[in-house]
C-alpha cells in the first residue's frame, strides 16, 4: 500500500456537533460507517453528515476509530476527554494502539495533543509517527 501524505484534517460542521478526518491517518476499520452509517458513508458526498444522528451518538462511534483520524468537538461542550489511565497494547500486526492523554511528538518536532493514535512500530510509515499500513504491519 503507497504510503499517504500527510494533510491537514477536513472539518465537517454540524449543528451541534464538528467531526474532523485527518486521511493521513485513517487505517480504514470501518467503526464508523459499520457504527453509524447514517453519518458516514463511504459513497457519498460529503462523506459526514454530522446532523445524521445526535451529537452524543456520533461522539460515541467516533471514539471507536482506533487511529484517532476522525475527532469531534461538540458545540454546547468541550473536545474530546481522554481515556483514562492511558493505555499502550501492540495489536497483533506490531501497530502500537494508545488511548489517553497523549503528547505525540512529528518528527519537525510538533508536539501534537491528542486521545487515540495508533503508531508506527515498522519505521516504513510515510506518516511517523503514525501508522499508514505501508510496512509489514499491513498484512494482518
Not at 487505517?27 to 457519498?44: I, N, T
Not at 488511548?99 to 505525540?104: D, H, I, K, N
Not at 495533543?113 to 515498522?122: H, V, W
Amino acid at each position: 500500500m503507497p504510503s499517504k501524505e500527510p494533510r491537514e484534517p477536513k472539518a465537517y460542521e454540524g449543528k451541534l456537533v464538528t467531526v474532523t478526518y485527518e486521511a493521513g491517518r485513517c487505517l480504514h476499520a470501518a467503526e464508523c460507517v459499520r457504527g453509524l452509517p447514517e453519518v458516514f458513508d463511504s459513497g457519498q458526498r460529503p462523506w459526514v453528515r454530522p446532523d445524521g444522528a445526535g451529537p452524543e451518538r456520533v461522539a460515541e462511534v467516533i471514539r471507536r476509530c482506533p487511529s484517532g483520524a476522525l475527532q469531534y468537538r461538540l458545540a454546547d461542550g468541550p473536545a474530546e476527554e481522554p481515556d483514562r489511565p492511558t493505555t499502550v497494547v501492540r495489536d497483533p500486526a506490531g501497530r502500537l494502539v494508545l488511548r489517553g492523554e497523549l503528547s505525540v511528538t512529528t518528527p519537525d518536532g510538533t508536539v501534537r495533543r491528542e486521545t487515540r493514535a495508533m503508531l508506527c512500530a515498522c519505521g516504513v510509515s510515510g506518516n511517523q509517527p503514525f501508522c499508514d499500513l505501508s510496512g509489514a504491519c499491513a498484512s494482518d
